[in-house]
């Protein structure tokens, strides 16, 4: 079995590192040293061509070139008056291949100078670790040679998992250690001026005999050992979360009598951790609850409060559990921005209340879902620290799919373009050009398809006039024929799906006479004939119903529907489309 390293933590703060070479390794090399405290020197030509990173630093007095080259005497004579002028650490960046960094490995050996060569673990008398850190927090992580790329991978999935905050955290609970020292300190001084003056003070002999030396040694080591106690026992979590408050509290809760035990107690900590409250902006996907992702499936059955839109499924909605209170929003007419405005103000509440609050999105969050504005609203109250986004599958992206239209299809299309029909606060928006390899995604639009379909094939449309401040027509702007095959994709993913093949020049008029059946979008270009040729003569056909999917059972919806006795049974709707209303 091969021997294994002794890890250490150096304080390299003033050191001398001698980096040899002009590389880009030479420059991450400096950057360690500068980031330690240490001094780099570069040992470099003249005429060597530095990285960018690297001549910044030299130019900015951080870095010092020595333009020469490598001499023996240097590792002897560049380092601290206090050591003798030795060089505290070698750095070699040019690789075993170099006859010189076997040259300069053997030396540093020879006068027992660190030295580390890249890529040549048998060169080495140290190697430096992967490093995580976070303020006085360290975790290194080595392979020993065996792979560096390996050692940087684990040390990802390690400090990944930690709590945010683990850092300061450790500077806290430093803080008690220390200030522990200092009280036993200033104990033992006042025990000590005590019996110096014993013989000026009036007082019995037996008074000095009540706190002995014996007495604070043994008070110290209990507490130190309920401070270990604390760092072994009380979860992570709680630990990154511990405040300055919660230092002087836990000094103070410590039973200074020394016949009693000082329980762990992390009620308060506990308690102020739930006080913080945690904001989850997730999505619920095209609708069926078979395309939720496992993160929003489980933020729906741990989330203390549910605000959902009004056009997330009854299928996602039957996956929270009775005990969780739902808000579902009170869109309307005319009332879509005070319902906004009310969902924003239910969060915030139940922030405050340090409840988890699941803001429950169609589809993704940041496609139209107004996550971004959300997320800028709870992080101007304060939360931004507590504040986690989940995406979904959009159905811009599904429901063509589920209907049998690829996006992009080579040689036909290459790019996919992702639009509202309704701008803010009702206003129509500027149509896109026409591009023949475009598939255009309309969201939020068939309510005025006349207008958008006005809008996308003529110049002098009045919705499109309307876009323009001055009230002019931009006629550069290429004009989508009407003969463009179109989809008008409803209910996407649900079992009552419904798909309308058409054309521009048709499209108002099937929706017209077929009806609406919300929510839907409406897909436009070439990629909708892909898989699905129409009928000649035909103006649009109507497909129903979702077919080939269910029968995969994707995660089985018996297994992910919630029992009857777990249902909500507290759940205000502002709209079921036809679903049972429960208040």
Known sequence: MAPISLLAAIDSTSHIHLIIGSNSLAAARCAKSLEVGAKPLLIAAETADLPYALQKRIDNGGVEWLKKSFEDEDVLRLGREEVTSVVDAVFVTMGPK???????????????IPVNVADAPSLCTFSLLATHTDGPLQIGVTTNGRGCKLSSRIRREISSSLPPQLGLACTRLGTIRRRIQEEDHLSHAALAGHLDEEDSIDQTASFNKLVTEADL?????????????????WPLRRLAN??????????????????????????????RGERMGRIILAGSGPGHPDLLTRATHKAILSADIILADKLVPSGVLDLIPRRTPVHIARKFPGNAERAQEELLELGLAGLKAGKTVLRLKQGDPYIYGRGGEEFEYFRKEGYGEVISVLPGITSALSAPLFAGIPATQRAVSDQVLICTGTGRKGKPTVPPEFVDTRTVVFLMALHRITGLVADLTTWDSEDAKKVHEDGSVDESRKLWPKSTPCAVIERATCPDQRVIRTTLEFVAAAIEEEGSRPPGLLVLGAACEVLYKSDKGRKWAVEQGLKGFEDFGALGLEELVVSEKDRPDSIVRGDSYGRELKV
Do not use: F, G, M
């Open 217 to 233: 040694d043994a008070q110290k080591n209990r507490r130190i050992r309920w401070l270990s106690q604390i760092c072994e026992y």
């Open 98 to 112: 170099d006859p010189l960094s076997a040259h300069i490995s053997q030396l540093c050996r020879r006068n027992r």
């Open 242 to 271: 511990i405040t300055d408050e919660d230092v002087d509290s836990v000094l103070s809760s410590y039973a200074s009598d020394p016949e009693i035990s000082a329980p762990l107690d992390t009620t308060q900590l506990d308690a």
